[in-house]
Each structure stands twice: as structure tokens, then as C-alpha cells.
């Protein structure tokens, strides 16, 4: 076996199978091999420095070409995870055997964020947001030091401070168009804000091209590859993360309407509407566990041998039952349903309405196949109800699609939990993964079948206009609207 | 600070072992470079050039047979650009499409050679199949914006427009879980690296000609004058680095020279400044592109808009004695078109720096063999990556408000109740600033 056996030709093509671009392997295999003899009498003589946890060059090399060629089975695995369960729960638990106690750990753990969950709900409105927001940054952060850990690449110049500045600029964007929103009233009278507004896009973007110039500035020989997927990584991240939570925070705080008249700023904080889909991932997650662990038999997917069929079913079932009946329970109450008013003279909440066409009791007659079974002819039940249906089964149905595309990341990268943040759990990512999807289903189903474009937005638009084009578009409007038979043309005014 | 450490580390290192360089990233650098300084290592490449130039150019030198393959190519490629602007936006759409498919595959070929991966069960397909699923998504929202009378006649079209964002997030779905059920084990790694580099590549090809799309329908000057002013920039740099060229500019490309860049700034500025003034006097150019419904096809006529109406302006007294006039008529859109070219000049080039940082980092020399002499389209457009967003953010914030047209069509497709609601609210503002006042039957 030659030295550098990794490398070489000689023993590579008793390995690696024939493809396309086979001169290009071993004119590399070649080149890393040659590279790897004369950094090693370069380094020789500067080894005293390489001592401790820093990255030296041929290492980083070396390493960089065994990522490209080799295949998952050469990876190194990740020290396992160190035993972060709080003190008390320890010796509260020093008792049970092992299996019992992780279990113990995982359900007071559950128990424990599904408490949080509501506190922060009944809290209100914008303790949502920032719970949303630090959410969002656990979960960049989670993904960002695998990122690192896979390609050793925590030394890289810039690399972190870059990466947190493109959150940064990213965060900017998205929230810079909901928070002006949130905060009308309080905008309006601010010239600096009115400023930041105007020029939103154009801000934001110089902000981004500044990181991308920072960025290309700082590309140092010999990293080039690292850098372009510390880059590359980084942006998919955010793609994912940001963009996510950005839709949650819409599906909450959309329908808001601005009156212009009184300058009350009426919020449609419908509850409902985020804490449906959320609580029936979670539900699901929970249910598909607990029939997989009484009736579990048939193996679902390779990918997460732990899932089984009758988990699927069994959860998908009882998800469609929970949100079917808790969808009825919150559209009782008008906390849940009601527009928020928020009254900027003395900074308090009220609510109080008159509910939604959605979530007003309707007849609905039972089709002809089931009124036999259930000797119903009719059934009284909020439209709001079968919206959950549909969104209940796609958490069960697409759902865990999330779970196993990150249960195959983590297989890819050999890391048992995303992080160490949740005893018993693992991160924060590992909690969210099946919610990855449903932010953007639930705000793509919101968009086509219940609401139209948002009316303020388009408010906003017309009154951005020059007033020629006012006149224009009123006089359109009129005769579109008598048209119609919605305004009576002998209405004056 | 530990940051900075390693990075001087680095540099030291670079400079003990320079004569490995050769092997490492200079391969990558031009050829002719390596020809002027007596070359060290040949670069292998297919030469590619039709047959019919490599005979007309068969005497010559290799070197000024490179600069005349390149010098054709060029000249070609400006006379297709001019050849599609004149036959119109539509063939110029097509255009812009073909070229970002173009753009596309190459960019995933060079994943594929990256990771070997050419082999990987169903990931040609899933990657076409996300381009398309991408496109799909944004050509849609563009088009039922501009044909939106014509989409609203036919029913299937209707249904389509009105459900668009869940057709498409549905089919990226199925993209989705396509890829999860063909993640293969021991190469789970690799398949979500491919994945990864899809959407980046997605990101960077895809949004950008959606944009230049939008700033086409702006009006094709919005389209031609920002294109022309980075292919100016990158010829004229490239000039006066080749006359007076002498500081290097950024060691990623060792060909760019400072008065390359100075030179290349002052040049495209002024270019800008005539191209708009020739440009801003025809109406095909400034009017905004629309589709006529009558005669199923694009119009591009209208009444030119102040922005491109000629204007006087004051010189200040610093430069009225030097040029000698008192007052100049310019169209204001030759204002907008210094920034323009400011741009294009300063941070353009950042595109291409960070294209040849791509190709040192991934060990190529272009991204493709499409274009002799030049390489593939990606090489062409790097400096381009960057333009359409400035030119479409620049027109969002500094131009145009929303399209009145453009916000009716949202206005129809809303409940009477906020119909009516939104039509008082208007209403009140306008008898507010007095447009309407007493008339009420306007």
C-alpha cells in the first residue's frame, strides 16, 4: 500500500466503480496525492504551530477532497452527545432503568413546552412574533455549526460574522414590510421611519450587496471551495428557516384592515388560524408515536426505521378526529376568532365581534351513505371545520415527509440530534422539522381558498398613487360597482 | 482574532509553498496570461473553433488568433443581441428563457463533475423537474399580470391563474417527496448536496430572469441600456487594462488591473449617457410593453411618460465656464442611467469576481465549451448576475409606483363587502384633497 493510500490511483481503482470523468478523478486523485507529500514537507517544519483544536492546511485539504470522492461510509462519526438533562430530573429519576427514564424525560419535557406554548399565546400577539423570531435564529444557529462541523471550517475568516450578517439582512426584508404593517399608526408619525419605508427594497438590497462584496472580498487562496459551500450552505439555510417563519408570522397577523377615517388599526388576530395547523403537526407527531409503540409492526420507510405503518394511519386518523373537534372548540370562543382591537389612545386590547362568516354555524346536510350510520339528517358545524380537515390531513399526510428529509440529513451527516437544546429531544430543529412544510401549506391554502389578496395592502397602493391616476382608478371602480348592482347610481356620496 | 491569526497563517504558508501554486488554483487562470509570462503549464482545452475560422486564421500567431476568434465571436454575439431586440419582446423573452436554461444545465454539470455524481438515481430528473416547477411558479404570476384580460376569457386559463399558488406549491411537493423517497443509503450525503445545489443554483439563474423579464415589460430600454452598459464595462476594462494596464487589481483575477477599472467606470458612464439620449427618443424603446387584446399581440406605444420627455437643466456655475453653455437639455432618464452604469462599473464586476472565484474553487477553467473563445453562456452573463435585481429594486423604489391597472385586476378579485369598503375609503380620501369635492357625478 502506497503512502498516501487514500489518494492514490493504484488503490482507488480497486474501489471506485467506472463513470464518466474518470480521467478527471485520477488526474485529482494524482494531484492530491503529490499535494499531500509536499505540503507535508512544508508543514514539517512549521509543526509546532499546529497543536490543539486548530484546522491546519493539509488537513483541511486532505479532508476536502475525501468529501467530494469518497461515499458516507468513510465519514468520521461525530463524538456522541454529551448528557444535558437538568440536575433535578436526574435524581428525581436516579431510580428507573434506562429505557423508563428517557422516557419519563421525554414526556415531562413535552408536557413542559406544550405549557410554554400556551403561556406564550395567551400573552398575546407580539410575544408570538419574538417567540417566532428565536425560533428562527436557534434554528439558523443549529444548522450553521453542522454546516461547520462537516467541512471544520469554524476558523474560516469572516465566515461567521458573514453568515449572521446575511440572517441579519434577510430578517430586515421580510419583517421591514410586516412590522411597518403591524405598526402603522406609530409609523405615520415618524418622518425617519416613513424614510426606511419608502426605500424599503432598496435598503435591504444594498444591505445584502454589501455582505455579497464582503464575501468576495474576503475568498482567500486555497479555501475557495470551503468558502463557495459555507456560502452556498448558508443561503439554503436561510432559505428554508427565514422564509418559514416569515409565513407563520403572516398566517398570523393577516386581514388587517386600516381605516383610515378614525385611524383605529384593526387587527384580525385569528388565532385559529395559526394554532390549528401547528397543534395538529404536534398532535400527529405524538399520536403516530404512541400507536407506533402499542401496534407498531409493519416498517414504514427505510429511512427512519422507528416509523410504522400502522403509526401513519393511526396518527393520521386521530390528527383529522383532534382538529375536527378543536377547531370547534376555539371558534366558540371570541378570544380566538375576534379582531383585536388595539386602540392606540389607550393602549389596550379588546375583543369583541361579530365572528367571521367562517366561523358561524351553518347546516350542512349529511350525505346520503353516512345518515344511515349516523341517523342524522343534518349537522350544525362551522365551515372553519372542514378547512381543518384538509389541513389536518396534509399534516399527517406531508408532514412527516419533513421528518424523514431531516432524519435523512441527519443520517447524511451522522449526527443523532440537530443540537443538545432540548433534554430528551435534541434541538430545536429536531421538534420543528415536520412543521418545515405546513407553514407554507397553510399560508398557500389561506391565499387560494379562503381569502382573496389582502385589501389593506391593496389600500395602501391605491393611496400611493398619483391622484390622476386616483381619479382613473375611482371612476373604473364606480362603474364597475354599479355594473355589478353593489352601488346604486342614484347613491350621491 | 483567531480568525485573523489563521488567516496570516495561511498567507505565510502561500508564500513558503508558492511554487506548488502551479498545481493548485493558477491552472484555472487564462491562458494568455500564461503565454505572455512563457507559461508554465499548458492548459489543456478542446479547441472548438468552427473549421472555417481556423483556416482563415491559420497563418497567424496563436496568440492573435485567439484575440480574432474572440474579437468575431464578440462581434457576432452584439449583432444576435441587436438582430432579437428588433424582432421584439416576445422573441426576446424566449431568449431570455433559453439562456437561463442554458445557464442552468451548465452550472449543474459542473455539480455533477464536482461530486460524481452524474450516476444518482432519478437526479438529472428531479433537477429539471425543479426548474420547471420554479419557473412555472414565477412566469405565471408575471403572465397573469400582463394577459390578465385574455386569461380571464378562457376558462381553463382562468382556473390556472386563480389557484396558481397552490398548483405550484403542490407540484414542488411532489418534487419533494420524490427526492425523499430516492434518498439511496451511503449516499445520502451526496444526494443532498445535489439537492442543495439545485436550489442555490435555482436562486441564483431562475430569479434573476424572472426579474429581467419584469424590467423588459417596463419598457425594453429598462432591459437594453443596463445589459449594454455591463458589456461596455467589461470590453472597456478590458481595453485599457490591455493599453495601460499596470497595479493589479484583486488577486482572484490577476488579468484586472486598476486603470482597467477606472478607466472601464468613466467609459461606461458616458456610453450610458449617449446610448439613453439616442434611445430615450424612440417610443418602441420607453413605452411600457403591453399586450393588446384585440390583435392578440404585444404594442409597445404610448404617450412618453416626463421621464423621458427632454428637460432643461442648470449647469452649476463651476462647470459653465469650462463647457460654455448656460443651460442643457437632457432627458431625465439619462440622470437615472448615470446610476445606472455607476452600478454596473463598480459592483458588477464583484459578479465576475465571484464567478472566478467559483471556477479557482471548483478547478475549471469556464463553465462550458458553448462559445469558442469565449467559453459557456455562464461566462458571458456572470457580471450580469447582479444588474437585473438593482435595475428592478431601482425601479420599484425610485420610478414607478404601483400599476393602477395592475392593482383593478386585485381590486375584482376581492369580496363586494371589501369592494365597497375600499371603493368609501378612496372615495373620502379624494374628497379630502379636494379632487372630488362637490362633483358627484364625476
Same mark, same amino acid.
Given at each position: 500500500?502506497?503512502?498516501?493510500?487514500?489518494?492514490?490511483?493504484?488503490?482507488?481503482?480497486?474501489?471506485?466503480?467506472?463513470?464518466?470523468?474518470?480521467?478527471?478523478?485520477?488526474?485529482?486523485?494524482?494531484?492530491?496525492?503529490?499535494? *499531500?507529500?509536499?505540503?507535508? !514537507?512544508?508543514?514539517? !517544519?512549521?509543526?509546532?504551530?499546529?497543536?490543539?483544536?486548530?484546522?491546519?492546511?493539509?488537513?483541511?485539504?486532505?479532508?476536502?477532497?475525501?468529501?467530494?470522492?469518497?461515499?458516507?461510509?468513510?465519514?468520521?462519526?461525530?463524538?456522541?452527545?454529551?448528557?444535558?438533562?437538568?440536575?433535578?430530573?436526574?435524581?428525581?429519576?436516579?431510580?428507573?432503568?434506562?429505557?423508563?427514564?428517557?422516557?419519563?424525560?421525554?414526556?415531562?419535557?413535552?408536557?413542559?413546552?406544550?405549557?410554554?406554548?400556551?403561556?406564550?399565546?395567551?400573552?398575546?400577539?407580539?410575544?408570538?412574533?419574538?417567540?417566532?423570531?428565536?425560533?428562527?435564529?436557534?434554528?439558523?444557529?443549529?444548522?450553521?455549526?453542522?454546516?461547520?462541523?462537516?467541512?471544520?471550517?469554524?476558523?474560516?475568516?469572516?465566515?461567521?460574522?458573514?453568515?449572521?450578517?446575511?440572517?441579519?439582512?434577510?430578517?430586515? =426584508?421580510?419583517?421591514?414590510?410586516?412590522?411597518?404593517?403591524?405598526?402603522?399608526?406609530?409609523?405615520?408619525?415618524?418622518?425617519?421611519?416613513?424614510?426606511?419605508?419608502?426605500?424599503?427594497?432598496?435598503?435591504?438590497?444594498?444591505?445584502?450587496?454589501?455582505? =455579497?462584496?464582503?464575501?468576495?472580498?474576503?475568498?482567500?487562496?486555497?479555501?475557495?471551495?470551503?468558502? =463557495?459551500?459555507?456560502?452556498?450552505?448558508?443561503?439554503?439555510?436561510?432559505?428554508?428557516?427565514?422564509?418559514?417563519?416569515?409565513?407563520?408570522?403572516?398566517?398570523?397577523?393577516?386581514?388587517?384592515?386600516?381605516?383610515?377615517?378614525?385611524?383605529?388599526?384593526?387587527?384580525?388576530?385569528?388565532?385559529?388560524?395559526?394554532?390549528?395547523?401547528?397543534?395538529?403537526?404536534?398532535?400527529?407527531?405524538?399520536?403516530?408515536?404512541?400507536?407506533?409503540?402499542?401496534?407498531?409492526?409493519?416498517?414504514?420507510?427505510?429511512?427512519?426505521?422507528?416509523?410504522?405503518? *400502522?403509526?401513519?394511519?393511526?396518527?393520521?386518523?386521530?390528527?383529522?378526529?383532534?382538529?375536527?373537534?378543536?377547531?370547534? =372548540?376555539? !371558534?366558540?370562543?371570541?378570544?380566538?376568532?375576534?379582531?383585536?382591537?388595539?386602540?392606540?389612545?389607550?393602549?389596550?386590547?379588546?375583543?369583541?365581534?361579530?365572528?367571521?362568516?367562517?366561523?358561524?354555524?351553518?347546516?350542512?346536510?349529511?350525505?346520503?351513505?353516512?345518515?344511515?350510520?349516523?341517523?342524522?339528517?343534518?349537522?350544525?358545524?362551522?365551515?372553519?371545520?372542514?378547512?381543518?380537515?384538509?389541513?389536518?390531513?396534509?399534516?399527517?399526510?406531508?408532514?412527516?415527509?419533513?421528518?424523514?428529509?431531516?432524519?435523512?440529513?441527519?443520517?447524511?451527516?451522522?449526527?443523532? %440530534?440537530?443540537? %443538545?437544546?432540548?433534554?430528551?429531544?435534541?434541538?430545536?430543529?429536531?421538534?420543528? %422539522?415536520?412543521?418545515?412544510?405546513?407553514?407554507?401549506?397553510?399560508?398557500?391554502?389561506?391565499?387560494?381558498?379562503?381569502?382573496?389578496?389582502?385589501?389593506?395592502?391593496?389600500?395602501?397602493?391605491?393611496?400611493?398613487?398619483?391622484?390622476?391616476?386616483?381619479?382613473?382608478?375611482?371612476?373604473?371602480?364606480?362603474?364597475?360597482?354599479?355594473?355589478?348592482?353593489?352601488?346604486?347610481?342614484?347613491?350621491?356620496? | 482574532?483567531?480568525?485573523?491569526?489563521?488567516?496570516?497563517?495561511?498567507?505565510? /504558508?502561500?508564500?513558503?509553498?508558492?511554487?506548488?501554486?502551479?498545481?493548485?488554483?493558477? $491552472?484555472?487562470?487564462?491562458?494568455?496570461?500564461?503565454?505572455?509570462?512563457?507559461?508554465?503549464?499548458?492548459?489543456?482545452?478542446?479547441?472548438?473553433?468552427?473549421?472555417?475560422?481556423?483556416?482563415?486564421?491559420?497563418?497567424?500567431?496563436? /496568440?492573435?488568433?485567439?484575440?480574432?476568434?474572440?474579437?468575431?465571436?464578440?462581434?457576432?454575439?452584439?449583432?444576435?443581441?441587436?438582430?432579437?431586440?428588433?424582432?421584439?419582446?416576445?422573441?426576446?423573452?424566449?431568449?431570455?428563457?433559453?439562456?437561463?436554461?442554458?445557464?442552468?444545465?451548465?452550472?449543474?454539470?459542473?455539480?455533477?463533475?464536482?461530486?460524481?455524481?452524474?450516476?444518482?438515481?432519478?437526479?438529472?430528473?428531479?433537477?429539471?423537474?425543479?426548474?420547471?416547477?420554479?419557473?412555472?411558479?414565477?412566469?405565471?404570476?408575471?403572465?397573469?399580470?400582463?394577459?390578465?384580460?385574455?386569461?380571464? #376569457?378562457?376558462?381553463?386559463?382562468?382556473?390556472?391563474?386563480?389557484?396558481?399558488?397552490?398548483?405550484?406549491?403542490?407540484?414542488?411537493?411532489?418534487?419533494?417527496?420524490?427526492?425523499?423517497?430516492?434518498?439511496?443509503?451511503?449516499?445520502?450525503?451526496?444526494?443532498?448536496?445535489?439537492?442543495?445545489?439545485?436550489?442555490?443554483?435555482?436562486?441564483?439563474?431562475?430569479?434573476?430572469?424572472?426579474?429581467?423579464?419584469?424590467?423588459?415589460?417596463?419598457?425594453?430600454?429598462?432591459?437594453?441600456?443596463?445589459?449594454?452598459?455591463?458589456?461596455?464595462?467589461?470590453?472597456?476594462?478590458?481595453?485599457?487594462?490591455?493599453?495601460?494596464?499596470?497595479?493589479?487589481?484583486?488577486?482572484?483575477?490577476?488579468?484586472?488591473?486598476?486603470?482597467?477599472?477606472?478607466?472601464?467606470?468613466?467609459?461606461?458612464?458616458?456610453?450610458?449617457?449617449?446610448?439613453?439620449?439616442?434611445?430615450?427618443?424612440? /417610443?418602441?424603446?420607453?413605452?411600457?410593453?403591453?399586450?393588446?387584446?384585440?390583435?392578440?399581440?404585444?404594442?409597445?406605444?404610448?404617450?412618453?411618460?416626463?421621464?423621458?420627455?427632454?428637460?432643461?437643466?442648470?449647469?452649476?456655475?463651476?462647470?459653465?465656464?469650462?463647457?460654455?453653455?448656460?443651460?442643457? #437639455?437632457?432627458?431625465?432618464?439619462?440622470?437615472?442611467?448615470?446610476?445606472?452604469?455607476?452600478?454596473?462599473?463598480?459592483?458588477?464586476?464583484?459578479?465576475?469576481?465571484?464567478?472566478?472565484?467559483?471556477?479557482?474553487?471548483?478547478?475549471?477553467?469556464?463553465?462550458?465549451?458553448?462559445?469558442?473563445?469565449?467559453?459557456?453562456?455562464?461566462?458571458?452573463?456572470?457580471?450580469?448576475?447582479?444588474?437585473? $435585481?438593482?435595475?428592478?429594486?431601482?425601479?420599484?423604489?425610485?420610478? /414607478?409606483?404601483?400599476?393602477?391597472?395592475?392593482?383593478?385586476?386585485?381590486?375584482?378579485?376581492?369580496?363586494?363587502?371589501?369592494?365597497?369598503?375600499?371603493?368609501?375609503?378612496?372615495?373620502?380620501?379624494?374628497?379630502?384633497?379636494?379632487?372630488?369635492?362637490?362633483?358627484?357625478?364625476?
Amino acid at each position: 500500500m502506497c503512502a498516501c493510500w487514500r489518494h492514490c490511483w493504484c488503490c482507488w481503482t480497486r474501489r471506485a466503480p467506472s463513470r464518466p470523468g474518470g480521467s478527471l478523478v485520477v488526474g485529482r486523485a494524482l494531484s492530491g496525492c503529490l499535494l *499531500e507529500m509536499l505540503h507535508g !514537507a512544508a508543514t514539517a !517544519a512549521a509543526s509546532g504551530l499546529q497543536h490543539g483544536s486548530r484546522v491546519t492546511e493539509p488537513d483541511l485539504i486532505e479532508r476536502l477532497d475525501d468529501l467530494d470522492l469518497r461515499n458516507d461510509s468513510d465519514v468520521p462519526d461525530v463524538p456522541p452527545s454529551i448528557d444535558s438533562t437538568p440536575e433535578i430530573l436526574r435524581r428525581a429519576l436516579s431510580g428507573l432503568s434506562a429505557r423508563w427514564k428517557n422516557w419519563w424525560i421525554r414526556g415531562i419535557l413535552t408536557l413542559a413546552m406544550i405549557s410554554v406554548f400556551f403561556l406564550i399565546i395567551y400573552m398575546g400577539s407580539f410575544m408570538l412574533m419574538l417567540l417566532v423570531l428565536s425560533i428562527q435564529v436557534k434554528c439558523f444557529h443549529e444548522i450553521i455549526t453542522i454546516g461547520y462541523r462537516v467541512y471544520h471550517s469554524y476558523d474560516l475568516p469572516w465566515f461567521r460574522s458573514l453568515s449572521w450578517y446575511f440572517l441579519l439582512c434577510v430578517n430586515y =426584508f421580510f419583517y421591514g414590510e410586516t412590522v411597518a404593517d403591524y405598526f402603522g399608526t406609530f409609523v405615520q408619525r415618524r418622518e425617519q421611519l416613513q424614510f426606511l419605508i419608502r426605500y424599503h427594497r432598496f435598503i435591504s438590497f444594498a444591505l445584502y450587496l454589501a455582505g =455579497f462584496c464582503m464575501f468576495v472580498l474576503s475568498l482567500v487562496k486555497k479555501h475557495y471551495r470551503l468558502q =463557495f459551500y459555507m456560502f452556498a450552505w448558508t443561503h439554503v439555510t436561510l432559505l428554508i428557516t427565514v422564509t418559514q417563519s416569515h409565513l407563520v408570522i403572516q398566517n398570523l397577523f393577516e386581514g388587517m384592515i386600516w381605516e383610515s377615517v378614525n385611524c383605529k388599526l384593526r387587527q384580525k388576530e385569528e388565532h385559529g388560524r395559526f394554532l390549528v395547523p401547528i397543534s395538529s403537526v404536534i398532535c400527529n407527531d405524538i399520536a403516530a408515536y404512541i400507536f407506533g409503540f402499542f401496534f407498531g409492526r409493519t416498517p414504514l420507510i427505510k429511512l427512519s426505521p422507528k416509523k410504522t405503518w *400502522e403509526g401513519f394511519i393511526g396518527g393520521g386518523i386521530s390528527t383529522v378526529v383532534f382538529g375536527f373537534i378543536f377547531s370547534y =372548540f376555539l !371558534a366558540q370562543h371570541q378570544y380566538f376568532v375576534c379582531p383585536v382591537e388595539y386602540k392606540s389612545e389607550t393602549n389596550r386590547f379588546v375583543t369583541e365581534c361579530e365572528p367571521l362568516e367562517l366561523f358561524q354555524m351553518k347546516k350542512y346536510s349529511v350525505p346520503l351513505l353516512l345518515r344511515s350510520v349516523l341517523g342524522w339528517e343534518t349537522v350544525n358545524m362551522y365551515p372553519f371545520q372542514m378547512h381543518s380537515i384538509a389541513l389536518s390531513t396534509f399534516a399527517s399526510l406531508i408532514g412527516p415527509f419533513g421528518g424523514f428529509f431531516a432524519s435523512g440529513f441527519k443520517r447524511a451527516f451522522k449526527i443523532k %440530534d440537530f443540537a %443538545d437544546t432540548i433534554p430528551g429531544h435534541g434541538g430545536i430543529m429536531d421538534r420543528f %422539522d415536520c412543521q418545515y412544510l405546513m407553514a407554507t401549506f397553510v399560508h398557500v391554502y389561506i391565499t387560494s381558498f379562503i381569502r382573496g389578496p389582502n385589501p389593506s395592502k391593496l389600500l395602501k397602493q391605491l393611496l400611493v398613487l398619483q391622484p390622476e391616476q386616483q381619479l382613473n382608478v375611482y371612476n373604473t371602480l364606480k362603474s364597475h360597482l354599479v355594473e355589478k348592482g353593489i352601488l346604486q347610481p342614484s347613491l350621491r356620496g | 482574532m483567531e480568525e485573523l491569526q489563521f488567516w496570516c497563517l495561511a498567507q505565510e /504558508r502561500l508564500q513558503e509553498s508558492e511554487s506548488e501554486n502551479k498545481l493548485d488554483g493558477e $491552472t484555472a487562470s487564462d491562458s494568455e496570461s500564461k503565454s505572455e509570462f512563457g507559461g508554465s503549464l499548458p492548459v489543456p482545452t478542446s479547441d472548438d473553433t468552427p473549421e472555417v475560422l481556423n483556416r482563415a486564421l491559420s497563418n497567424l500567431s496563436s /496568440r492573435w488568433k485567439n484575440w480574432w476568434v474572440r474579437g468575431i465571436l464578440t462581434l457576432a454575439m452584439i449583432t444576435f443581441f441587436f438582430i432579437i431586440i428588433y424582432l421584439g419582446p416576445m422573441v426576446l423573452m424566449m431568449i431570455v428563457m433559453c439562456v437561463q436554461i442554458k445557464c442552468f444545465h451548465e452550472i449543474i454539470t459542473i455539480g455533477y463533475n464536482v461530486y460524481h455524481s452524474y450516476d444518482l438515481p432519478w437526479f438529472r430528473t428531479l433537477s429539471w423537474y425543479f426548474l420547471l416547477c420554479v419557473n412555472y411558479f414565477f412566469y405565471g404570476e408575471t403572465v397573469t399580470d400582463y394577459f390578465f384580460t385574455l386569461v380571464q #376569457r378562457e376558462e381553463p386559463l382562468r382556473i390556472l391563474s386563480k389557484y396558481h399558488r397552490f398548483i405550484s406549491f403542490a407540484l414542488y411537493l411532489t418534487g419533494f417527496c420524490m427526492f425523499v423517497l430516492s434518498l439511496v443509503k451511503k449516499h445520502y450525503r451526496l444526494q443532498f448536496y445535489m439537492f442543495g445545489w439545485t436550489h442555490v443554483t435555482l436562486l441564483i439563474v431562475v430569479t434573476q430572469s424572472h426579474l429581467i423579464i419584469h424590467n423588459l415589460f417596463e419598457g425594453m430600454i429598462w432591459f437594453i441600456v443596463p445589459i449594454s452598459c455591463v458589456i461596455c464595462n467589461d470590453i472597456m476594462a478590458y481595453m485599457f487594462g490591455f493599453f495601460f494596464g499596470r497595479t493589479p487589481l484583486i488577486k482572484l483575477s490577476p488579468k484586472k488591473t486598476w486603470e482597467g477599472f477606472i478607466g472601464g467606470f468613466f467609459a461606461t458612464v458616458l456610453f450610458g449617457l449617449l446610448l439613453s439620449y439616442v434611445m430615450s427618443g424612440y /417610443r418602441c424603446f420607453t413605452c411600457p410593453v403591453e399586450f393588446n387584446n384585440d390583435t392578440n399581440s404585444f404594442t409597445v406605444d404610448c404617450e412618453p411618460s416626463e421621464l423621458f420627455q427632454l428637460q432643461e437643466y442648470n449647469i452649476p456655475l463651476v462647470l459653465q465656464s469650462v463647457v460654455g453653455w448656460k443651460t442643457l #437639455r437632457m432627458y431625465p432618464f439619462q440622470i437615472h442611467s448615470i446610476a445606472l452604469s455607476t452600478f454596473a462599473s463598480l459592483i458588477g464586476p464583484f459578479g465576475g469576481f465571484f464567478a472566478s472565484g467559483f471556477k479557482r474553487a471548483f478547478k475549471i477553467k469556464d463553465f462550458a465549451n458553448t462559445i469558442p473563445g469565449h467559453g459557456g453562456i455562464m461566462d458571458r452573463f456572470d457580471c450580469q448576475y447582479l444588474m437585473a $435585481t438593482f435595475v428592478n429594486v431601482y425601479i420599484a423604489s425610485f420610478i /414607478r409606483g404601483p400599476n393602477p391597472s395592475k392593482l383593478i385586476q386585485q381590486f375584482l378579485t376581492l369580496r363586494p363587502d371589501q369592494q365597497l369598503h375600499i371603493f368609501n375609503t378612496l372615495k373620502a380620501h379624494l374628497v379630502d384633497k379636494g379632487m372630488l369635492g362637490s362633483l358627484e357625478d364625476a
